[in-house]
């Protein structure tokens, strides 16, 4: 299948956007993903799905922890930072007052712990425990298309 063909296809799923952060022996790194999903209850577990070639990938299996913080619309900025989209030289400033390297007020912070690893293709899947988590208001990034959107404001909920 053409690769191209596929993502555009796949970028009519439209998605929020996340962080996913590790803290291996102290040093945060940062990678933007919308390859993320709520997939238990009871436990409370979720998913995300990181590229063979990121090196995310192997500070989570390093570190066995993850964080997850879902970004808000005034958050696209940072989007692009982790997504190495824009120049960074500068050491990014984490949130770790939950004791793990979060984005300051995203919509919503999740620390987990590894649960399940799963090789697919050329990604892997980590199932994590979501060990700590907070919630705020405020409105979500999104990305359709390969495009950054916000909700129509008929739609925001708060
Ligand atoms: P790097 O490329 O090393 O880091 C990413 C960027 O973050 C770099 O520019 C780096 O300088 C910066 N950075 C990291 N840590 C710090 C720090 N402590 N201080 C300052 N800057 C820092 N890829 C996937 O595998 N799965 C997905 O689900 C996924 N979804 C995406 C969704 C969107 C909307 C976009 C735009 C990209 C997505 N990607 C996804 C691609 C992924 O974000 C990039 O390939 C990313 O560069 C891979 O990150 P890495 O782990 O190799 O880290
Ligand atoms: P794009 O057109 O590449 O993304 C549209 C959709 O395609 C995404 O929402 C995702 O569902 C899918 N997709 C894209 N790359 C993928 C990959 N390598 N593996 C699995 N699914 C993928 O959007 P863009 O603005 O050109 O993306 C910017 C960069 O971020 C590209 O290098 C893209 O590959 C990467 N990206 C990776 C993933 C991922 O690994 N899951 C997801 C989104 C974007």
Known sequence: MDSREFRNAMGKFATGVTVISTDVKGTYHGMTANGFMSISLDPALVAVSIGEKAQTLQLIKESGRFGVSILTKDQLHISKQFAGQVPSDVAF???VANGFPLIKEALVQIVCE???????GDHTVFIGRVEKMVARNGEPLLFSCGKYAELDPQYAVL
Do not use: G, S
Request: avoid cysteine; proline fraction near 0%; hydrophobic fraction near 50%.
């Open 93 to 95: 400033h984490f949130d």
């Open 114 to 120: 590894v649960e399940q690893e799963i090789v697919a």
